[in-house]
């Protein structure tokens, strides 16, 4: 029976975090070595998963020393948010959940008023011209775009909702319109990056990014796309998206390998020390929970179970349950292959999209983002 184990499972991610929360603490975990979670500047933008993964924890246990840390972390934020320069797109994964988190289960008007901030920061981020989200700072990349940033729309749906102002949402449209359009390739796969004039708005060139070529299939970036486009599918009906979402979920599953860790790149050449990417895995699960909520009844269970078999599988194998001196929950991701930066490492994102992954396994249909 499902609920049975993902209740089981729920309970090692509830007292995993229990004891990592008093090691971890009010810091910024982003890759583990050695068992210890390394801390990033508070300007990382995987700041927003370990209080994001608290608030899950806290959603269903109340675990008030949980809320303190989480609370304490977006104070810590503040500082970005008035620094403003260190700003760039993945204000989305930082403050959906951390702020948004504390919003929707608390109310807290302090958290939506930062929320409502980092959303006027992504809306500013707008090229009218080319109708994209612009990525990063550096002056040579005014016209990128990012599939990633698929992710970081949901925090201007939210902000449209909240406000009843639709300049938020109208701008998640055009750019998740823009990334299907430059982005998506038929058979399901994407591009990472996506240059584009920042005068005239037309499209220069692919990126090969943080996958292997610009034609290659980073799997991280499908995951983006599916669960991405599920989250806008969400917030607006609209049925391309959740197609779009399909198609990026079945390239998925059928360049999956048997054990259920994707390669760093479904197209990248196989060798010995092959990074792989546990943390595609996990956000591509959650995705495809979204995704069985938003597809007819005679579909859902496809999504429903194939996601369901990947946890299964990554708890199997990959998880650091019986490891007392490991702080992470989910082993075996790659933040950054071309650069050889963190491969085959727990990564905080994955623990997240795991236990949000969980969570929907039980049930739970509400979500942060
Ligand atoms: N958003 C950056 C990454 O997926 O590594």
């Given at each position: 029976m499902t609920t049975q184990w993902a209740n089981e499972l729920w309970n090692n991610i509830v007292d995993k975090v229990g004891l990592t929360s008093t090691t971890i603490g009010a810091g910024f975990p982003y890759i583990s070595y050695k068992g210890r979670y390394e801390h990033e500047k508070v300007d990382w933008w995987t700041n927003g998963f370990w209080p994001g993964l608290l608030w899950l924890v806290y959603r269903e246990t109340r675990n008030e020393s949980l809320k303190e840390i989480a609370s304490d972390i977006e104070t810590k934020m503040d500082a970005v948010l008035l620094d403003f320069?260190?700003?760039?797109?993945?204000v989305g994964f930082m403050w959906s959940l951390s702020s948004v988190a504390q919003f929707k289960l608390l109310g807290s008007e302090l958290s939506k008023r930062r929320a409502m901030t980092a959303a006027s920061h992504l809306l500013g981020r707008y090229n009218a011209k080319g109708q994209f989200i612009r990525a990063w700072n550096q002056p040579e990349r005014v016209g990128w775009a990012i599939i990633d940033c698929m992710m970081n729309l949901p925090l201007l749906y939210w902000a449209s909702e909240e406000s009843n102002d639709p300049r938020f949402r109208h701008a998640a449209i055009l750019h998740a319109d823009t990334t299907l359009r430059e982005f998506l390739r038929p058979d399901g796969s994407t591009h990472h990056i996506v240059c584009f004039d920042p005068e005239t708005g037309e499209r220069i060139e692919a990126h090969g990014g943080q996958g292997y070529s610009p034609d290659s299939a980073w799997s991280r970036g499908t995951a983006w796309s599916l669960y991405g486009m599920a989250l806008s599918a969400r917030y607006t009906g609209e049925v391309r998206y959740i197609d779009a979402a399909k198609r990026a979920a079945h390239f998925f599953l059928a360049n999956l390998p048997e054990d259920g860790l994707p390669p760093w790149d479904f197209r990248a050449p196989w060798d010995e020390d092959m990074a792989m990417d546990s943390s595609a895995a996990a956000c591509a699960a959650s995705g495809m929970l979204e995704l069985s909520l938003l597809v007819p009844k005679e579909e859902s269970e496809l999504y429903r179970s194939r996601a369901e078999k990947l946890v299964r599988k990554l708890n199997e194998r990959?998880?650091?349950?019986?490891?007392?001196?490991?702080?992470?929950?989910?082993?075996m991701g790659t933040a950054n292959c071309p650069r050889n930066t963190h491969v085959n490492v727990p990564l905080i994102y994955g623990d997240y999209f795991f236990a949000e992954a969980v969570c929907k396994l039980r049930g739970m249909q509400d979500t942060f983002w």
């Open positions: 320069y260190p700003l760039h797109h993945d990959y998880t650091a349950w019986n490891d007392p001196n490991e702080e992470a929950i989910l082993r």
